[in-house]
């Protein structure tokens, strides 16, 4: 299996939808995926990210499917600095506190742990177990690994956001999610993917084929 994550185009904040500039690198990012081998197109409920879905959908001739528990995370709390955004709680973390997040848990530090996106994180990654698991994926998360139950190799679309997005990497990649927002960013309509070998009985492990790829809106 192959999973494309893609962020969506340039937004306009307000109305929740593409800017021109984001409509043309939506466009941009169709062609790029046009032989990628895609059989099912997903997407946030947000319109950025079904906007910028509908053009990889229309030129597929695919519909797109939604799913709720990608839409974009929320995050703060109560005594919660920088309203309690991942990002800069995550490199505040490692630039002014030098957390080891990988000896330490990010969920028990006071940024994170009455931190919203906490929890918005927890439901990504129970949700995305599930997709990976009910939707004929056939991949049943267990610990760092995946049982594989899948006969044949199928590529999929996923259309999210940037912090959606982080916790589903964060989870499918077992990296902690704040240490993911700091060190992996990506940009508008960036292409990740996710390549899960196709070995039924076996564990197998996500090997990442690809990261914030952009060549497409260079210009």
């Known amino acids: 299996m192959r999973i494309i994550f893609v962020r969506h185009g340039e937004p306009d904040y307000v109305r929740d939808c593409l800017t021109q500039t984001?409509?043309?690198?939506?466009?941009?990012?169709?062609?790029?995926?046009?032989h990628e081998g895609i059989s099912a197109v997903y997407a946030s409920p947000m319109g950025r990210a079904t906007e910028t879905a509908s053009y990889t959908a229309a030129l597929l001739g695919l519909p797109v499917q939604i799913l709720d528990y990608m839409h974009e995370v929320v995050w703060g709390g109560p005594e919660t600095p920088?309203?309690?955004?991942?990002?800069?709680?995550?490199?505040?973390?490692?630039?002014?506190?030098n957390v080891d997040f990988f000896r330490q848990d990010w969920r028990a530090h006071p940024f994170f742990a009455e931190n919203?996106?906490?929890r918005a994180y927890d439901h990504v990654a129970a949700c995305f177990d599930a997709f990976?698991?009910?939707?004929?994926?056939?991949?049943?998360?267990q610990g760092r690994r995946f049982l594989c139950n899948a006969q044949a190799q199928e590529t999929v679309a996923v259309f999210s956001h940037g912090g959606s997005g982080a916790c589903a990497l964060a989870h499918l990649l077992s990296l902690p999610y704040p240490y993911?927002?700091?060190?992996?960013?990506?940009?508008?309509?960036?292409?990740?993917i996710l390549e899960f070998p196709v070995r039924p009985g076996e564990?197998?492990?996500?090997?990442?084929?690809?990261?914030?790829?952009?060549?497409h809106i260079r210009g």
């Not at 990976?132 to 998360?141: F, K």
């Not at 564990?203 to 060549?215: G, K, Q, S």
């Open 82 to 97: 920088d309203e309690g955004h991942p990002w800069t709680l995550g490199a505040r973390m490692i630039d002014e506190d």
């Open 22 to 34: 984001g409509k043309k690198q939506a466009q941009a990012c169709a062609q790029r995926l046009a």
């Open 203 to 215: 564990y197998v492990h996500p090997r990442v084929e690809l990261f914030n790829d952009i060549a």
């Open 116 to 118: 919203a996106v906490t």
């Open 132 to 141: 990976m698991a009910e939707h004929g994926y056939g991949y049943a998360h």
């Open 180 to 192: 993911v927002c700091t060190v992996l960013p990506y940009d508008f309509t960036s292409v990740i």
